[in-house]
Structure formats: C-alpha cells, structure tokens
C-alpha cells in the first residue's frame, strides 16, 4: 500500500470534512514520496442523461479542460504539466471524475485549477469550445468504437442486457445523432444541474499538510455556491435474471470468429458482488483460469478467453466473456464448452485451491491499486460517492477474503444460467477471410 500511514486498525488514515456549500473532502496523509494526488467526483454519469442527450456527460468532461475564466483555452494542461504533473479525466455510467498526480509543493495549484472550473465554466465556455470538442469526441468515438474490430460489442451488449429505457441501456459515449443534437444551452444547463460543490467529493491524497490543504480548500472552494437542481437518476432496478437468452449474431469486418456474452449479476457494494467476483476469476482471469486451460490449451478452439466483472452500483452488474475463436473453430463447439464449464463450476464450485489463488490476485490487483496515491485518491472518491463511506476502502479486501466457496459456487448457479446473459455472435465476412487466406 505504498506505506500509507497507518490508522489504528491498519488501514488508511482519512479524515472528512465538508465544506457550507456541501463539497465534501476526504484527506489521506503520505509522506512515503513528495507527491499529491487531488481527485474530485462528480456524481453524474451516462445514467442521468435523458433520450436524445445521450453521450453529454462525457462530452462535457471534455469542455471541462477548454478554459474556464481565469485559464484560458489549453491551459489547464499546461500549467499542471509545466508543474510536472499529470492530469486526466473519465466519464462512466455512475460518475465523472477529473484528476491530478502533482509534485507536493504544488498542490495548491491543482486545487485552484479545479475550484475554478468548477465555479466559472460557464464564462469561458461558447460555441467555438463545443464545437471544437464535438468533433473530438465524435472522433474518439470513430476510433474506438466504430472502426476497429469489435468495437461496438460494449455498447451492443450493454443494449441487449438493459432494456430500452433503462438508465444503462446506451453507454457513455452517446450516439453520433445525439452527439450532434446537442447544443450550448444543453451543456450550460447540465453545468448548472451538475456541477455544483453539493454533488461533488473532493479528495487529497499524499505528501499534504491536512490543515494547509484543508484552508486550500476552503479558500478556493468555499465560495462556489451549491446548487439543489439535480434530479436523481432513473431508477436502475432489474430483475436478478434476464428470463431468457437475448442473442445477435453479425458479420463484420472482423480477424476471427468471437463469442461475447454478458451476465446479469449483483449490484457492487454487496458479498454477492465480491463472490462472483471471485467467481469470473477462477473461470476466467489469466492462463490459470478455467475457460483458458479448456477452450485455448485443452480443445485449442480458441486465441484467447476471459470473463470479468464490470461492477456496477445502480444496476446489475455485468460479467463479460470475451472469447475469440481459433482457425476454423465454430462457435457452437466453443459455446458447448465453455457452457460444460460453468455448469461443473455451478455444481461443484471452486477448489480450495483455486479460491486461495482468485482471492491473492484480487488482493494483488487492490494493493497495486492503492500503491500510488492517485489510485487511493479514486478509491476514496468512488467509496464516498457510490457508498457514502470513504473509510468502507478499509475493509474491501477483507470482505472478499471472508467470501466462502460455497458462496461463490452459490452465486454461478443461480446467474452463470444461459437464461441470464445476452450473446453477440461475431463471423467474419467474406472478405475479410479471403484476405487471411490471402495473407497466409
């Protein structure tokens, strides 16, 4: 954990305060390295957007780094990295986070840089800035999603395991119409409905004095006012199970056949998360994993498989299978197999073995996590924000260590059901399997 200094239950030290105006800030002192991490969450995502808006969450995180009234354009990049830090933001279905990784004596300049985006967007952002950063996302989204192989499996999935209307039926990225659709007076109101000291976490995490970072704090964001405009999201609530098999099958200008399917499985914050956690671990994380030993090493039908855990807590969360079939192996053959296991896993559970070894490398990945203090400042945030709790990010690892086998075998049966999961069929077209052909 990068030897955060300890509390006395051997977690993180953290201290809380919020500010008149409701910012809430959460403070972890490290002296370990001369760093700081500030991270501020905003608790807005793709799921509070509306039909026909979707994708503005995300591009209005990108309005965020256009100037705001006393930076201008750039220069929110090119003061933090003038300063030597780094900076970067992300927009999910649950939140918009904005963050920096700054030498420590210049901490106060991160903390300025975002009161004062936070407090006077609005005077700098105009119609050149949206329509510069319409096109970028625009084409962000043609290179990440719309022309590369595979791209758009997130979105169709993530479509096929909500239904229309849901709050996580469309992912962050929005569609192209949408994206068009928007205008300025879209972006101000959701500004004003959303970014407001009330709705937002605050966290400083690092080599910090708390009583200097705190009169910081209090200095550049104590006069934002708070704003109580917000709607809460569209209620996320599913049935456990889907009820049937959802499937679409496609041809498209892929390398190889694939087989992708998502599970409807327990809302993150809950043991029933943790466990099938652990579950898509054992069957599907890394070469040791269960689905690699059978469908790449054993049947050799496949180049790769895995199966993980996108947590999710206003909805279900989806367990994703990402196989990609080898030569000239059928989907069928593959979807047998892969079926054959999970039914041994539903029947039987983990090993001993095996659940020692999902639970050590669920805590390698955390303790990596924490290591630096920009991943600790998120898990903050993101405890604070999701669960009201910043101090839960003490007992995280210890709730999956007390997950038993059968609990996690418990959870397998019950959503690893093929009447629980949409499928998406990838078969390569035509052409593109003359032109391996060709290659070869």
């Not at 354009?73 to 700054?102: I, K």
């Not at 269960?290 to 090493?297: G, H, K, P, Q």
Request: glycine residues 8%; charged residues 25%.
């Amino acid at each position: 954990m990068a030897n955060p200094a300890p509390t006395s239950s051997g977690g993180i030290a953290i201290t809380e305060h919020r500010l008149a105006n409701g910012l809430r800030v959460v403070l972890s002192e490290d002296h370990l390295t001369p760093v700081a991490a500030v991270c501020l969450w905003y608790d807005v995502g793709s799921r509070h957007e509306v039909a026909g808006r979707t994708g503005l969450a995300h591009l209005f995180e990108h309005l965020m780094f256009q100037g705001s009234a006393n930076v201008s354009g750039n220069g929110h990049f090119e003061l933090v990295q003038g300063a030597g830090g780094s900076l970067n933001g992300t927009t999910s279905f649950e939140r918009t986070n904005y963050f920096e990784t700054m030498p420590a004596h210049q901490l106060e300049l991160a903390l300025w840089l975002e009161a004062d985006r936070m407090g006077s967007l609005l005077a700098a952002l105009d119609d050149a800035s949206m329509e510069n950063q319409r096109d970028v996302v625009k084409n962000e989204r043609r290179q990440r999603y719309d022309n590369v192989p595979y791209g758009t499996a997130f979105e169709k999935l993530t479509a096929l395991s909500y239904p229309d209307g849901h709050p996580y039926h469309h992912t962050p990225i929005g569609s192209m119409a949408d994206l068009d659709a928007a205008t300025l007076e879209d972006a101000r109101a959701f500004f004003r409905t959303y970014y407001a000291p009330n709705n937002a976490v605050l966290s400083v995490v690092g080599d910090i004095d708390p009583e200097q970072a705190i009169a910081w704090v209090e200095k550049y964001f104590g006069s934002i006012p708070g704003h109580d405009g917000k709607q809460p999201p569209r209620d996320g609530t599913l049935p456990e199970v889907i009820g049937a098999e959802v499937r679409e099958r496609l041809e498209e200008d892929v390398p190889s056949r694939a087989l992708m399917s998502a599970y409807r499985l327990p809302h993150d914050g809950t043991r029933q998360a943790d466990a099938a956690d652990l579950a898509l671990t054992v069957l599907g994380s890394g070469e040791s994993s269960r689905l690699y030993n059978r469908l790449v090493r054993r049947d050799r039908t496949a180049i790769s498989a895995g199966f993980g855990l996108l947590r999710l807590s206003g909805a279900p969360s989806l367990g994703w299978l990402d196989v990609k079939a080898a030569g000239d192996a059928s989907i069928a053959e593959i979807e047998q197999a892969v079926d054959e296991e999970l039914a041994r896993f539903a029947a039987d559970g983990p090993t001993p073995e095996e659940l020692e070894r999902a639970q050590a490398q669920i805590e390698r990945e955390w303790l990596d996590r924490l290591t630096t203090v920009a991943g600790r400042a998120d898990e903050l945030c993101r405890f604070a924000v999701l669960f009201g709790d910043p101090k839960l990010v003490n007992g995280a690892l210890a709730r999956v260590q007390q997950v038993t086998a059968e609990e996690v075998r418990a959870l397998a049966a019950a959503r690893l059901r093929p009447d629980n999961r949409a499928v998406l069929v990838y078969e390569p077209t035509a052409a593109s399997t003359d032109e391996e052909e060709e290659a070869a």
